[in-house]
């Protein structure tokens, strides 16, 4: 509630920006809609780990805060990349008609419930040298903290709510839409989750991790 005015602007520019390429990019609604998710909401992501990391900590400036968004915001989009494509395929897998490609796709999801810390770790992390190494550090610190005892129930969780649940808002409201004829129907009712889902289930993920790990603030 502390940053609701930053969440709302940010949450405002992101679902412009999205609107934006999905009418420019003329493709499918659900591939263009998809891709622009994949490419601008990570920054938005970026932005809620990084404050509510400011506020665990409370000894980073509002300078830091906004340095470390910066400079981290293209591992956390190559993360969350890399976490879309791992649960598509998961997914794809999960509704198909042959068992073996059931129990993969099982496999794949665990996976991808796996890696749900892997963006906050990039954002919180303090030590980011070598820079490259920023992304496989993150996915294996997300790996390692979600296999500790009862995290991985928690982790289970924030993926139904961040992923499934949401999945399950845009569908009911763009049928709405679709109902009365609203034009880019999906990138709408993309933006409820946005807008609503997205900066409490990032908040939440952000302090999880940080009680997973045994973080104590500075001060």
């Known amino acids: 509630m502390r940053h609701a005015a930053l969440y709302a602007i940010a949450g405002l520019v992101v679902v412009g920006c999205e609107a934006l390429i999905v009418s420019r990019w003329h493709a ?10 994949v490419i601008v909401e990570p920054f938005f992501v970026a932005i809620i780990n990084a404050f509510t990391y400011a506020d665990s900590r409370e000894d980073l400036s509002l300078s830091v805060t906004w340095l470390r968004v ?31 490609q059931k129990l993969l796709g099982s496999a794949v999801i665990v996976v991808a419930v796996s890696l749900v810390f892997a963006d906050v770790h990039a954002i919180a992390v303090d030590d980011a040298e070598p820079w490259w190494l920023l992304v496989p550090r993150s996915l294996g610190a997300s790996i390692a903290t979600a296999w500790q ?35 880019l129907s999906l ?31 500075k001060r």
Do not use: C, K
């Open 28 to 37: 499918n609604a659900v591939t263009a809609t998809t891709v622009a998710s």
């Open 70 to 100: 910066l400079e981290r915001s293209w591992a956390v989009l190559l993360i969350d990349l890399l976490a879309t494509l791992i649960v598509i395929i998961g997914l794809q897998s999960l509704f198909s008609t042959d068992l073996f």
């Open 149 to 183: 005892g009862i995290t991985f129930t928690r982790a289970l969780l924030l993926f139904a709510i961040g992923t499934l649940f949401r999945f399950v808002i845009t569908t009911i409201a763009q049928g709405a839409l679709d109902a009365h004829h609203v034009p």
């Open 187 to 217: 990138v709408w009712a993309n933006a409820i989750p946005v807008m609503l889902l997205l900066p409490m289930v990032q908040a939440l993920t952000t302090y999880v991790y940080l009680d997973a790990i045994g973080y104590e603030p």
